[in-house]
């Protein structure tokens, strides 16, 4: 039976009730990191790090922005589409996302590995988007 695609699937063994309350108030919350180390009018830059069985909440991302990885590490996210992915991050990968006017991506990020992961975030302002933060 094919599942109506903008009903987000939000069932299974990773999603609970707190989570996805969590997720429903999630489209305001735009921290997608644990501290911001440096912002300018045109940049953010944020640091993350999570020790095992960390989370960072659900948030959003409207801005263009970039993530480096500064440690090897696992994780998994679920997303407001209802997917939920699981990743193996070496130090030095590094991934680019753009968003355009009225675009965004909302997910979460948990620390399933037995080190601490790390990220360096860098959010570039002034887009089409107005900032969350």
């Excluded at 299974?12 to 009018?41: C, F, K, M, Q, Y």
């Excluded at 440690?71 to 680019?96: C, K, L, N, P």
């Excluded at 009225?102 to 601490?116: F, K, P, Q, Y």
Aim: aromatic share 8%.
């Amino acid at each position: 039976m094919a599942r109506d695609m903008a009903t987000p699937d939000l069932t299974g063994p990773h999603w609970n009730d707190a989570l996805r309350r969590e997720l429903a108030a999630a489209r305001t919350n735009g921290r997608v990191g644990s501290r911001i180390v440096s912002e300018t009018d045109r940049v953010r830059i944020w640091l993350l790090d999570l020790a095992p069985g960390d989370r960072l909440p659900f948030h959003t991302h409207v801005n263009d922005y970039f993530w480096t990885a500064t440690s090897d590490g696992r994780a998994r996210s679920r997303y407001a589409d209802g997917r939920v992915v699981e990743v193996d991050y070496t130090a030095g990968d590094t991934r680019h996302h753009s968003y355009g006017a009225g675009e965004s991506m909302t997910h979460d990020l948990e620390n399933t590995g037995d080190t601490i992961l790390s990220f360096v975030t860098v959010e570039f302002l002034g887009g089409p988007n107005p900032s969350l933060l």
